[in-house]
């Protein structure tokens, strides 16, 4: 499974998730406990671009919270290259929703945060975290303070920060949710740039269904109470994929998760992707 | 630009406006013959006091000994509140323990623990330093305790899952997102530590603006007694102009 890829380009050894019967389990208000998460199967293979999608409360969060490590494991395992994921590991990079930046560190301090675990010298940690804001371009604004900045330059530098610790899965928690229709989509096109470069393992929760099907090579679909994954669904359009120009594929997707997201029990054969869930690569699809 | 500088200048004009105000209503009551100028004296006659009190070098000495004795009960009570604070707020054990002891103590004012501070440490400045420090550290320990305990999740773990340790998560994260809630303990311990001061100084004193405001009662002195408690006022509001254009530059994404 770690052969090269067929354009050439050596595949990526790392990344490898693998989700084993793993269930989350919360305590209520009245003690009581329930499924966050139920039971589940899931594999992302090095190198994937995997999205989340449904609606709130229906354990995504729960899902992307557990392989980070923040949250325990009522059951089952988690694994990441083999690793069992026990807690917070930069390993595994996490992209927040609320950007989760450090108000007070400037932007090229937030990046060198990130950085410090390596124990290089301080001249090398300035330059790599300058390199690091170049890639998402905001070079200029090494030395503003996140407050100084807007939602979307802010994004940049979680992005920046996340990837400076060379994470080798990269979890993003509807990192663009806040931002408007016309920077989500520079975010979507620097975000794809970047993955392709660097071809981390990608899982992106989002409740945007255009997002998804623009982003990912596979979109599971999820339903809450208890918090399941209901379908898998392989976007087979080729990149660069942009919601103003569709094709078949894509808005065959589109019409299926709509539905889904409308009436959960409609998934049509339970088609829970098995242990292996594999997912071709991208350019052996292209084809 | 126009607006700015009118702001600027309106801001200005406030202190002096305000000030004024309250300095002619005084004098104008006070020189109506409606009150007995004995019991309440006016401005003339405190500004002469004033005088006279400097003259004597007593102005000066006594605020330099009053504000060494808030100055040093604050960075002991500070000191203390802060490293109290962040141990209760960060180790489980410690704050489950000392919480409820530290919430019995809260509601005893200083003046309360001035007879004790003087069977217990004499009537020298020890006692003083006592019972400021104890004041400045209530306020500083409950803030910082506040703010340390209350470090949004999300912080913690962006700084775990970027691969902090514990010493830098707590020196890095912790302590800056942590910082304005000291901060502002620390302003509210300094006003304190003036507060208080006056309740230190009835521990036997024979120096500071407390003890003069003492002392004048025994003479029935209100013009001095005016003094003391303009001085204590002035004092008070220019240490907290400089805290508050410190505290601002320390934890300037505050206002960002």
């Not at chain 2, 604070?85 to 180790?91: D, E, P």
């Not at chain 2, 700084?159 to 901060?183: C, D």
């Not at chain 2, 001085?231 to 509001?237: H, K, P, R, S, T």
Request: aromatic share 8%; proline share 6%; charged share 20%.
């Amino acid at each position: 499974m770690n052969s090269p890829l067929d354009d050439g380009t050596p595949a990526p050894q790392v990344g490898n998730v693998l989700i084993d019967s793993a269930a989350v389990q919360y305590r209520d208000r009245s003690g009581k406990t329930a499924l966050a998460l139920t039971p589940t199967n899931l594999r992302f293979k090095p190198g994937a671009f995997t999205a989340l999608i449904g609606p709130s409360g229906c354990g995504k969060s729960t899902l992307l919270n557990a392989i980070a490590g923040f949250v325990p494991l009522s059951e089952g395992v988690i694994l990441v290259d083999g690793k069992h994921v026990t807690g917070p590991s930069p390993d595994v990079g996490v992209v927040f929703q609320q950007y989760a930046l450090f108000p007070w560190f400037t932007a090229i301090g937030n990046v060198e945060f990130a950085l410090k675990r390596f124990g290089m010298p301080k001249e090398q940690r300035r330059s790599q975290a300058m390199a690091g804001l170049t890639e998402v371009g905001l070079a200029d604004r090494a030395r503003s303070f996140p407050g100084q900045l807007s939602g979307g330059m802010r994004q940049r530098v979680a992005l920046a920060r996340t990837l400076a610790a060379r994470p080798k899965v990269l979890l993003m928690d509807e990192p663009f949710g806040a931002l408007d229709a016309q920077t989500r989509i520079i975010m979507h096109e620097l975000l794809l740039r970047i993955w392709e470069s660097r071809r981390t393992t990608v899982l992106f929760i989002t409740h945007d269904v255009d997002e998804a099907l623009v982003l990912s090579d596979r979109i599971y679909v999820m339903s809450a109470a208890p918090g399941r994954i209901i379908d898998a669904i392989d976007v087979t359009s080729p990149r660069p994929r942009s919601v103003e120009r569709v094709d078949d594929a894509y808005l065959a997707g589109r019409n299926r998760i709509l539905r889904l997201l409308r009436r959960p029990d409609a998934a049509s054969a339970p088609p829970l992707p098995d242990r292996n869930g594999s997912i071709a690569p991208l350019s052996a699809r292209r084809r | 630009m126009m607006t700015e500088t009118r702001k600027a200048l309106a801001d200005f004009l406030r202190v002096p406006a305000s000030l004024g105000g309250v300095l002619a209503v005084w004098a104008l009551t006070t020189s109506s013959g409606a009150v007995n100028t004995e019991i309440f004296p006016t401005p003339a006659a405190v500004w002469a006091a004033a005088v006279e009190l400097y003259r004597d070098g007593l102005l000066t000495t006594d605020a330099l000994v009053s504000v060494r004795r808030a100055a040093i009960g604050f960075v002991v009570g500070s000191s203390l509140g802060v490293l109290v604070g962040l141990f209760t707020a960060r180790i489980r054990s410690v704050g489950y323990t000392l919480h409820p002891f530290l919430n019995l103590l809260r509601p005893i004012p200083a003046i309360a623990l001035v007879p004790l501070a003087i069977v217990w440490f004499g009537i020298g400045e020890l006692s003083k330093y006592v019972v400021i420090s104890y004041t400045v550290f209530l306020s500083v320990w409950l803030n910082t305790d506040h703010g340390t305990s209350g470090v949004a999740q999300t912080y913690i773990r962006a700084s775990r899952s970027l691969g902090a340790g514990t010493a830098r998560e707590f020196f890095e994260v912790v302590v800056p997102a942590a910082a304005p809630h000291i901060v502002a303990g620390l302003r509210m311990g300094c006003a304190l530590a003036f507060l208080s001061l006056v309740a230190a100084e009835l521990t036997g004193a024979s120096a500071g603006i407390g003890y003069r405001i003492q002392e004048a009662r025994n003479f029935i002195r209100t013009d001095r007694m005016f003094v003391g408690l303009i001085e204590l006022g002035i004092l008070g509001a220019l240490l907290d102009f400089c805290f508050l254009q410190i505290s601002r530059r320390l934890v300037h994404w505050e206002q960002a």
